[in-house]
């Protein structure tokens, strides 16, 4: 049996390492960023100029690289129940359709939907109000989050084509009798 | 109906059965209808969409307040609330149900997260319970359901997301307006464990470590009482309504300080967090979103430097995992806008209004079919993504019931919170039951009188608009009705 929340490859570890790594740091940051924002309002009476411009871009760099890590962990929100009444045989398959929606999902939308956003943005020139850093750079977060969701749902994929899963491994969600 | 629609609607359900991540579902089906719309690129569209999407300042409260209630639960605020809540109750039969619908009340406050407080919250108190002679299947019922009480009082993160895509709906007004609906679904469960406490549980006579008497009676009594005088002297223009939130602050302090004053002074740090919120948010100083930074830097300094329950080591590890959990709201917000836009497009939510208002003249008749279409779904999908997907669907037909949108928005959070509790599909119930460590077949029995109280609960709030609109509206957060 083989449990779906686990990476099991070198290399999606790995990757779900970094990408923890980088959503927390980001995290860590905008509660910085956020706070700066308050002291130089309330304390220094002169509004910072680019803390709330920050910290909503990177926003999406949370969502995107803090979601991928999630994938990794599959703690994305979804309706089981139904799945979960079927065959074991069935259930393998259905979870193998899932899983090529998802990579489909992500590759088209999130990493090439992401890249063209990205190019698009650079060719324009658009940049960001307060910063101007370009709008292209921010929307990088996209393809890279998308790319890692591929990468993590291609191992589930491969698990679910190979043998059952085990979806009962942890205790917070004992099987109904 | 279009052909369009009918891939949207019909790709969304399929890929909901079949168990995928909603946030695919949501993506996959924004994206098909585009393509059949031949709307130029779909790909680029859905993308650019998502990530507009979930780029807000106010949204921003949302990790904030994951991350404050991550530290505050490790930090040991838990065990602090169940004294002070132990204090409060004393000795009574039944008392410890009582205890753990407070402590939950207060944590889910604080936390904002149900979960959490039925783990926590949970975790303390059911073996405690069972030790006294209650049931576990009971104890577990009892937690399970109070838990979700912090999901209607402010601070709430559910509330951050509703008033998105509402649109133009205060976080404020919403904050204030659940705090009444949330006492009093307290209350009702309260009320439900007093009527089916096993007789066994706490024999009096048994040695009991909390304070021997009960003061609940003289605090309820006397926070009656309280607000009855500073009622009448506000209604007669004896008072100002600021200084009659002061007293009520005060006497409220007195009260329960009086009734439990070592308990009221370890415990009052962590609930200080919620006034700072609160106060901050109120009186116009922070946003939401800085309220919540602030919230971030005092459970810091709080449970790093105050209680020494956390270490600085822990941090990066409460950072990353309050990363995790945001970055999935988050995802579902994002596609969640991208499916809106699309069902906008395509004049969705006005057939839906249509078609419900054309279900009967009685605006009763059609506020209890949204009710019953959302205890429903409810039982099979989690909060977040219901509020995201049902809200664009059903707030134009409330709005034109004539339901101010802050109404609405508390009574769908308060009829999901039932959800959150029964099974197939309950957050609360899973987690309840795995800490509690017994069976969904074994709970949903002593379950069905918390049911009861939660849709007696509902039921007030759903058809007594007042209960959810006076607080806001006695402090001008909205429009008095014209």
């Given at each position: 049996?083989?449990?779906?929340?686990?990476?099991?490859?070198?290399?999606?570890?790995?990757?779900?390492?970094?990408?923890?790594?980088?959503?927390?740091?980001?995290?860590?940051?905008?509660v910085?960023?956020?706070?700066?924002?308050?002291?130089t309002?309330?304390?220094?009476?002169?509004?910072s100029?680019?803390?709330e411009?920050s910290?909503?871009?990177?926003?999406?760099?949370?969502?995107?690289?803090?979601?991928?890590?999630?994938?990794?962990?599959?703690?994305?929100?979804?309706?089981?129940?139904?799945?979960?009444k079927?065959?074991?045989?069935a259930?393998?398959?259905?979870?193998?359709?899932?899983?090529l929606?998802?990579?489909?999902?992500?590759a088209?939308?999130l990493?090439?939907?992401?890249?063209?956003?990205?190019?698009?943005?650079?060719?324009?020139?658009?940049t960001?109000?307060?910063?101007?850093v370009p709008?292209?750079?921010?929307?990088?977060a996209?393809?890279?989050?998308?790319?890692?969701?591929?990468?993590?749902?291609?191992?589930?994929?491969?698990?679910?084509?190979?043998?059952?899963?085990?979806?009962?491994?942890?205790?917070?969600?004992p099987?109904?009798? | 109906?279009?052909?369009?629609?009918?891939?949207l609607?019909?790709?969304?359900?399929?890929l909901?059965?079949?168990?995928?991540?909603?946030?695919v579902a949501?993506?996959?089906?924004?994206?098909l209808?585009?393509?059949?719309?031949?709307?130029?690129?779909?790909?680029?569209?859905?993308?650019?969409?998502?990530?507009?999407?979930?780029?807000?300042?106010?949204?921003?409260?949302?990790?904030?307040?994951?991350?404050?209630?991550a530290?505050?639960?490790?930090g040991?605020?838990?065990r602090?609330?169940?004294?002070?809540?132990?204090?409060?109750?004393?000795?009574?039969?039944?008392g410890?149900?009582?205890?753990?619908?407070?402590?939950?009340m207060?944590?889910?406050?604080?936390?904002?997260?149900a979960?959490?407080?039925?783990?926590?919250?949970?975790g303390m108190l059911?073996?405690?319970?069972?030790?006294?002679?209650?049931?576990?299947?009971?104890?577990?019922a009892?937690?399970?359901?109070?838990?979700?009480?912090g999901?209607?009082?402010?601070?709430?993160?559910?509330?951050?997301?509703?008033?998105?895509v509402?649109?133009?709906?205060?976080?404020?007004?919403?904050?204030?307006?659940g705090?009444?609906?949330?006492?009093?679904?307290?209350?009702?469960?309260?009320?439900?464990?007093?009527?089916?406490?096993?007789?066994?549980?706490?024999?009096?006579?048994?040695?009991?470590?909390?304070?021997a008497?009960?003061?609940?009676?003289?605090?309820?009594?006397?926070?009656?009482?309280?607000?009855v005088?500073?009622?009448?002297?506000?209604?007669?223009?004896?008072?100002?309504?600021?200084?009659?939130?002061?007293?009520?602050?005060?006497?409220?302090?007195?009260?329960?300080?009086?009734?439990?004053?070592?308990?009221?002074?370890?415990?009052?740090?962590?609930?200080?967090?919620?006034?700072?919120?609160?106060?901050?948010?109120?009186?116009?100083?922070?946003?939401?979103?800085?309220?919540s930074?602030?919230?971030?830097?005092?459970?810091?300094?709080?449970?790093?430097?105050?209680?020494?329950?956390?270490?600085?080591?822990?941090?990066?590890?409460?950072?990353?995992?309050?990363?995790?959990?945001?970055?999935?709201?988050?995802?579902?917000?994002?596609?969640?806008?991208a499916?809106?836009?699309?069902?906008?497009?395509?004049a969705?939510?006005?057939?839906?209004?249509?078609?419900?208002?054309?279900?009967?003249?009685?605006?009763?008749?059609?506020?209890?079919?949204?009710?019953?279409?959302?205890?429903?779904?409810?039982t099979?999908?989690?909060?977040?993504?219901a509020?995201?997907?049902?809200?664009?669907?059903?707030l134009p037909?409330?709005?034109?019931?004539?339901?101010d949108?802050?109404?609405?928005?508390?009574?769908?959070?308060?009829?999901?919170?039932?959800?959150?509790?029964?099974?197939?599909?309950?957050t609360?119930?899973f987690?309840?039951?795995?800490?509690?460590?017994t069976?969904?077949?074994?709970v949903?029995?002593p379950m069905?009188?918390?049911?009861?109280?939660?849709?007696?609960a509902?039921?007030?709030?759903?058809?007594?608009?007042?209960?959810?609109?006076?607080l806001?509206?006695?402090?001008?957060?909205?429009?008095?009705?014209?």
């Amino acid at each position: 049996m083989i449990d779906p929340t686990v990476p099991r490859w070198r290399m999606t570890r790995a990757a779900m390492r970094w990408f923890d790594a980088a959503a927390g740091a980001i995290m860590a940051a905008l509660v910085l960023i956020v706070l700066w924002g308050v002291f130089t309002r309330f304390v220094l009476s002169a509004a910072s100029w680019w803390t709330e411009e920050s910290a909503r871009l990177l926003l999406i760099w949370l969502t995107m690289l803090g979601g991928a890590a999630a994938w990794a962990r599959a703690e994305h929100l979804g309706v089981d129940y139904f799945a979960q009444k079927l065959h074991p045989d069935a259930q393998r398959l259905v979870a193998l359709t899932v899983e090529l929606f998802v990579i489909a999902f992500a590759a088209s939308v999130l990493v090439y939907g992401g890249v063209v956003l990205v190019a698009e943005t650079l060719r324009m020139g658009q940049t960001t109000a307060a910063l101007e850093v370009p709008m292209g750079l921010v929307y990088l977060a996209v393809p890279l989050g998308g790319a890692g969701i591929v990468l993590f749902s291609l191992e589930r994929a491969i698990a679910a084509w190979r043998g059952p899963l085990d979806h009962h491994d942890d205790d917070t969600a004992p099987r109904a009798v | 109906m279009e052909p369009s629609t009918l891939i949207l609607v019909a790709s969304f359900l399929l890929l909901l059965v079949l168990g995928a991540p909603i946030v695919v579902a949501l993506g996959v089906s924004a994206l098909l209808a585009l393509a059949a719309m031949a709307e130029a690129p779909a790909c680029y569209t859905v993308a650019q969409r998502m990530s507009t999407g979930i780029a807000s300042f106010p949204l921003l409260a949302i990790p904030f307040f994951v991350l404050a209630g991550a530290i505050m639960g490790e930090g040991g605020m838990a065990r602090r609330l169940v004294r002070f809540a132990s204090a409060i109750v004393g000795r009574r039969p039944g008392g410890l149900a009582y205890v753990s619908t407070i402590t939950c009340m207060l944590f889910g406050a604080i936390s904002g997260s149900a979960t959490a407080a039925v783990s926590s919250v949970g975790g303390m108190l059911i073996p405690e319970m069972v030790r006294k002679g209650y049931s576990r299947p009971y104890s577990v019922a009892v937690t399970t359901t109070a838990a979700t009480t912090g999901l209607v009082i402010p601070p709430s993160n559910i509330m951050i997301v509703y008033a998105l895509v509402a649109g133009g709906v205060s976080v404020a007004a919403l904050f204030v307006a659940g705090i009444v609906p949330g006492v009093i679904i307290g209350v009702a469960i309260m009320i439900a464990s007093r009527l089916t406490c096993p007789p066994e549980a706490e024999d009096p006579s048994g040695a009991a470590d909390g304070p021997a008497g009960s003061p609940l009676v003289r605090v309820a009594g006397a926070l009656a009482l309280l607000g009855v005088c500073l009622f009448l002297a506000v209604y007669s223009g004896l008072l100002s309504s600021s200084v009659a939130a002061i007293l009520s602050g005060v006497g409220l302090l007195v009260v329960l300080g009086l009734a439990a004053g070592r308990e009221l002074l370890q415990a009052a740090p962590s609930l200080l967090l919620v006034v700072i919120v609160l106060g901050g948010i109120l009186r116009g100083s922070f946003s939401p979103t800085e309220a919540s930074a602030i919230a971030v830097a005092y459970a810091l300094v709080l449970t790093i430097g105050v209680y020494r329950e956390i270490k600085p080591a822990d941090l990066p590890r409460l950072c990353v995992r309050s990363a995790s959990t945001s970055a999935v709201i988050f995802l579902l917000i994002g596609a969640s806008q991208a499916m809106s836009w699309v069902m906008t497009n395509q004049a969705i939510p006005q057939a839906v209004s249509d078609a419900m208002l054309g279900l009967s003249d009685n605006p009763a008749v059609v506020l209890l079919s949204i009710n019953l279409l959302l205890l429903f779904v409810g039982t099979f999908m989690d909060m977040t993504p219901a509020v995201l997907i049902f809200t664009p669907i059903f707030l134009p037909v409330a709005v034109e019931l004539g339901l101010d949108p802050v109404h609405f928005g508390v009574m769908m959070i308060v009829n999901l919170c039932i959800g959150l509790c029964t099974p197939p599909v309950g957050t609360c119930l899973f987690v309840g039951c795995g800490v509690g460590q017994t069976s969904i077949a074994q709970v949903v029995r002593p379950m069905l009188p918390f049911f009861l109280a939660m849709l007696a609960a509902l039921a007030a709030i759903a058809f007594v608009p007042e209960l959810t609109m006076w607080l806001p509206h006695a402090m001008g957060l909205v429009e008095s009705p014209g």
